[in-house]
């Protein structure tokens, strides 16, 4: 299983644009990228996922250069509400695909 | 709405009790998976099905056991309770390419 390496933590403010990073030098052919988001009491939640380039949907970007070594979740113009933990995984798409979630990075937006 | 629904959503044990967590999907995904996240900490997997009739250990399954009961239902069943199990559990499910969708979760105490 590919091992990710995220800030453990970043400050914002309402209004900009959040760049998050992760680090992910063992990911393998067929894995994808994929990002989530979770709330305090709840669950984590499908953000967006991809393979390589740029991945764009009605909320995030996610830029993957051509090594794939890396990765970066783009929040356009974020709110209080943003404030979350947001994963980083790496794996395969296969049946039964055994995710494994590390620390996170927890993003505080302030007005 | 669709999703996936886990009962209950707060236990309390005492220690060497047991007990069963359900977990139900009504998106009729193939893979299913059990997770704990400790305070302050990222999800663990404990158990995962990748269809109907298999289940297969994760990062963390002792102490748990896992019944895969049809497609829908994927429950979690803690045999004797020790305080260490003291967590929140979710369950998920997921469709290739689209990522889990988890449930809202079950917070366990063990007294």
């Known amino acids: 299983l590919a091992k990710t390496t995220q800030p453990i933590s970043m400050d914002s403010y309402e209004g900009q644009e959040v760049n998050i990073t992760c680090s992910h030098n063992?990911?393998?052919?067929?894995?994808?990228i994929t990002w989530y988001q979770q709330f305090p009491s709840q669950g984590p939640r499908f953000i967006i996922q991809?393979?390589?380039t740029k991945v764009t949907n009605e909320v995030a970007s996610l830029f993957i250069p051509a090594d794939r070594k890396s990765s970066t979740l783009s929040l356009p113009r974020v709110s209080l509400s943003d404030t979350a933990v947001y994963y980083c995984l790496v794996g395969n798409n296969n049946a039964g695909n055994m995710l494994t979630f590390g620390g996170g990075t927890r993003l505080m937006v302030k007005p | 709405n669709a999703g996936v629904t886990q009962t209950p959503k707060f236990q309390v044990l005492k220690t060497g009790q047991s007990m069963t967590l359900q977990c139900a999907q009504d998106?009729?995904?193939?893979?299913m998976y059990w997770y704990r996240q400790d305070p302050g900490m990222g999800l663990r997997l404990i158990y995962y099905?990748?269809?109907?009739?298999?289940?297969d250990k994760g990062e963390v399954p002792n102490g748990y056991n896992v019944s895969r009961l049809n497609k829908r239902e994927f429950s979690l069943r803690l045999e004797s309770a020790a305080p260490s199990q003291t967590s929140v559990y979710f369950c998920a499910s997921d469709r290739l390419n689209y990522g889990y969708t988890f449930g809202s979760g079950t917070r366990l105490t063990v007294v």
């Open positions: 998106m009729n995904h193939n893979s």
């Open positions: 099905s990748a269809s109907e009739g298999t289940t």
């Open positions: 063992n990911i393998a052919t067929n894995d994808y």
């Open positions: 991809g393979y390589k």
